[in-house]
Antibody
């Protein structure tokens, strides 16, 4: 049973950088794509970007200049960095696995609420 | 970018059939995935590739997709089905994942 767990600071200052790590247990990062998705309070889901175990990445154009996703295969982890934060970046951040190549998100972490505030 | 449109809410009594729609330009040419999100919880995949069900998802959940509309059908609705439901596609030309705005299902 695949289990994903987000970790990282939950309170970040405006203009600062968000750093989150997703740790995988019960499986391997190899042969799958892995994404970060966020949800602002009371709002819908927004895909941020994905990484493959080779390090290949792709991002939502709306966040591309500020987001960076990295993979650490030996640690069974991948990470998200989001720079130049504003209050609009306050959200629950989820990590998720793509099933079937670049398909649906078939496993999700429980989510991490990150608040941008001074 | 590609836009998916969902009605904000739908309400019905237990035992009825819920049809939650997702509109998009020629959405029938995409593979549509559906997620259930209960309050305070992470989304859960309930239908993928238009009509396939992951293991553990009841047969009451089914999906279809044609033309400009994809539909998630929940038969014999129960109180435990109360949740937000999101449709999602991958726009292959731009390699982007797009979500609909979500539909809140209320069981009266």
């Amino acid at each position: 049973q695949v289990h994903l767990q987000e970790s990282g600071p939950r309170l970040v200052k405006p203009s600062g950088t968000l750093s989150l790590t997703c740790t995988l247990s019960g499986g391997s990062l190899s042969t799958y794509y892995w994404s970060w998705i966020r949800q602002s309070p009371g709002k819908g889901l927004e895909w941020i970007g994905y990484v493959y175990n080779s390090g290949t990445t792709n991002y939502n154009p709306s966040l591309k200049r500020r987001a960076a996703i990295s993979v650490y295969t030996s640690k069974n982890q991948f990470s998200l960095r989001l720079t130049s934060l504003t209050a609009a970046d306050t959200a629950v951040y989820y990590c998720a696995r793509h099933g079937g190549g670049l398909g649906q998100f078939d496993s999700w972490g429980q989510g991490a609420l990150v608040t941008v505030s001074s | 970018s590609y836009v998916l449109t969902q009605a904000p809410s739908v309400s019905l009594a237990p035992g009825q059939t819920a049809k939650i729609t997702c509109g998009g330009n020629n959405i029938g040419s995409y593979s549509v995935h559906w997620y259930q999100q209960r309050p305070g919880q992470a989304p859960v995949l309930v239908v993928y590739d238009d009509s396939a069900r992951p293991s553990g998802i009841p047969e009451r959940f089914s999906g279809s997709n044609s033309g400009n509309t994809a539909t998630l059908t929940i038969s014999r609705v129960e109180a435990g089905d109360e949740a937000d439901y999101y449709c999602q596609v991958r726009e292959s030309s731009s390699d982007l994942w797009v979500f609909g705005g979500g539909t809140q299902l209320t069981v009266l």
